[in-house]
C-alpha cells in the first residue's frame, strides 16, 4: 500500500511538473537571451522635454511655440542687433544656460545705437553660474538713436564676475523687474 501511495504521488508530481511552463537559464553571460531595449519614456508634464537654442532666431522661434510656464535652455550667449522683441505679453517664458554653456552672457545687444530692444515677461535664471544675465554696450554717447525696453523681467541666481545687467551708454526703460540671488564683483543688480 505504501508503494502505490508513492508511486500515486510520483505520478501526481511528475503530471504537474509538466504542466508548469520550462524556462531556460544560460550560465554564461554571452549566451544569455537578447533583452528587449528599455522603452524610450515620452516627455511627460512631470519631465518636459526643455528646448535647447543657440541663435536669436531659434530663441524668438522657441518664445512664440512655448505656453506661459515652459523653460527655455540657451546653449551660448544670444546676440541681439536687430530691433526685436523678445518674450511675450500674454505668457511668461524662464531661460536657463543649457548644459554647454560655460562662460560670458545670457543676452547681449551688440553694437547698440539705432535698434529698439525690448525685453519682457522672462524669468531669467542663471541657476548659480557665471555669467550675467543681460548686456547691452555701446562705446561712445554720441549717436544714440536706439531705445532698450526691460519690463517685468525676473533676474535670479547669476553669479557673475561682472554685473547680473550691465546697461552702458544707452537709453533704457526698466520697469517691474526684481532681482533675486545674484551675486557680482560690482553690484548684484544692475
Known sequence: MRRKSLLSFMLSLSLLLSALPLTAYATLENDAPPTDPPPVSEPTEDSPQIPEVTTLEELLAAIDAAESGD?????????????????????????????????????????????DVTIQNLNLDGQGAALSAIVVNHTSLDDIVGQFEMSNINISNFASTNRPVILSAVTATVSNCTFSDNTGRRTAGI
Request: net charge negative.
Open 71 to 115: 523653460t527655455i535652455a540657451l546653449n551660448n550667449q544670444i546676440y541681439i542687433d536687430q530691433n526685436c522683441v523678445i518674450g511675450d505679453t500674454e505668457k511668461v517664458i524662464t531661460l536657463i544656460p543649457g548644459d554647454t554653456f560655460t562662460a560670458g552672457t545670457f543676452l547681449t545687444v551688440s553694437s547698440f545705437a539705432e535698434q
